[in-house]
């Protein structure tokens, strides 16, 4: 090894701690040298790079090198990249049916859309907590991949309890039909295979040149009324059932829980980059507009502060983001463990989130999408500063942007480069 690469890499492991310290000890309540910055690129490389946003599902090579550039010029303390995108093959043999995605269904250049269905009716709940494993194989898949519909026509998985009941199973897989979904699968599961080897490793080469990663990749978690809300009832759905069938709901919403609470405790504990230790926990429809307080501690927050409590209980960081306006429930984060979780605000109000949570949960806050992409760089820098001065001061504050998608990158560089500079501490 020569000199020069020698000091690289000391460099480079240098400025891996010097981000790390400042992100850490922002989440911790400690005051770091300055405000951290923290980029959420999403398909923002793509178009920065000169290339279109289908790449991020069918080139893995060119997609990485994408954000790798991007990162390299725009220098954020942290970075989370859309690496957890799968193969767009795998999504077509499959035949996905809550997304479209770039190159498949929506125009290259466009992002990703979700679709939102109702795989899980009103008078199935009794189904799904009877036997949720049985429900998802043969229900569940069937109506959200269109490769998956002869799964529909298997007995039930609890028929395989016994000592050859296995070899009688089996037999139901000799169908053409299902064998046809027996060989998606498999061609599915290579072509993701090959999409994910290329794409794996890509925090250990960005870690090894000084960028720390948002969150690890190992660890999901979500808040229960959103997984159902989401993926089985819909919005529309699952608004119903809060009226109509709230027991069924609820008991939904406790299996969720206790079955997310007992795959964090079975987790490996985090270790090596402290990023591992980060969950991202995106909040969809616990927002002010969505439902009433009284429906918010009863049907919300009681299931997603168990998981939180879980997270912090086994070594992790959650790093909830609170999509819309999260106003009129600041108060029922203080049941949070202090300086232990990490509270993204996408439009919430920051002088009262401030006066609410400061000294006690640190906040990020979003730079408006619409502000990025339409505003003038003194609009920016001004916005930064009105955020530093409102809620920087003692620490606790990270700068962010999420919606970066159309933001045009001279004004993505002045937020980075501003709250460099602006928000230094002492």
């Not at 929506?106 to 036997?131: C, S, T, V, W």
């Not at 569940?140 to 026509?153: D, G």
């Not at 964090?264 to 507009?289: M, T």
Request: net charge negative; with cysteine.
């Amino acid at each position: 090894m020569g000199v020069t690469q020698l000091k690289e890499e000391q460099s480079a492991g240098q400025l891996l701690w010097e981000r790390e310290k400042r992100i850490t000890d922002a989440i911790q309540l400690r005051v770091p040298d300055r405000v951290p910055v923290q980029l959420f690129l999403s398909y923002f490389p793509t178009r920065y790079t000169g290339i279109t946003s289908d790449a991020a599902y069918y080139d893995a090579e060119k997609w990485q090198s994408a954000n790798r550039q991007t990162i390299l010029d725009f220098a954020p303390d942290s970075y989370w990249v859309q690496s957890a995108l799968v193969s767009g093959l795998a999504l077509e043999i499959l035949g996905a049916q809550q997304i479209k995605w770039p190159g498949y269904g929506l125009p290259p250049n466009r992002g990703h859309q979700m679709i939102e269905l109702e795989p899980m009716k009103g008078d199935e709940y009794d189904a799904f907590l009877a036997d949720p494993s049985d429900f998802i194989v043969r229900t569940y898949l069937p109506r959200v991949w269109s490769a998956m519909v002869p799964l529909a026509e298997l007995p039930s998985l609890r028929t395989l309890i016994g000592g050859t009941a296995l070899a009688s199973f089996v037999a139901n897989l000799a169908a053409p039909e299902l064998a046809a979904a027996l060989n998606a699968l498999r061609e599915a599961g290579a072509a993701a295979a090959s999409f994910q080897s290329a794409t794996g490793a890509f925090a250990d080469e960005m870690a090894k040149l000084g960028f720390p990663s948002y969150n690890s990749p190992k660890m999901f978690a979500a808040a229960p009324f959103d997984t159902i809300s989401d993926h089985l009832r819909g919005m529309q759905g699952t608004m119903v059932d809060m009226y109509r069938r709230p027991e069924k709901l609820l008991q939904a919403l406790e299996m969720l829980a206790t079955d997310r609470i007992e795959a964090i405790k079975q987790a490996p504990a985090p270790a090596g980059d402290p990023g591992n230790k980060r969950v991202f926990i995106a909040l969809h429809r616990g927002s002010d507009g969505f439902m009433s307080l009284r429906q918010f501690e009863t049907f919300y927050w009681p299931t997603l502060k168990k998981v939180m409590l879980a997270l912090v209980e086994m070594g992790w960081t959650p790093c909830p983001f609170f999509e819309g306006v999260w106003d009129a429930r600041l108060e029922y984060l203080l049941d949070l463990p202090k300086g232990s979780v990490l509270c993204h605000f996408a439009q919430t109000d920051m002088a009262k989130a401030k006066a609410v949570l400061g000294g006690h949960l640190c906040i990020m806050r979003d730079v408006p999408a619409s502000l990025l992409q339409a505003g003038t760089v003194r609009e920016v820098e001004e916005y930064c500063q009105n955020a530093i001065d409102v809620c920087g001061k003692d620490g606790g504050f990270i700068m962010t942007a999420t919606c970066v998608d159309e933001a045009r990158p001279e004004n993505l560089k002045a937020m980075v480069d501003f709250t460099k500079s602006y928000g230094r501490y002492a």
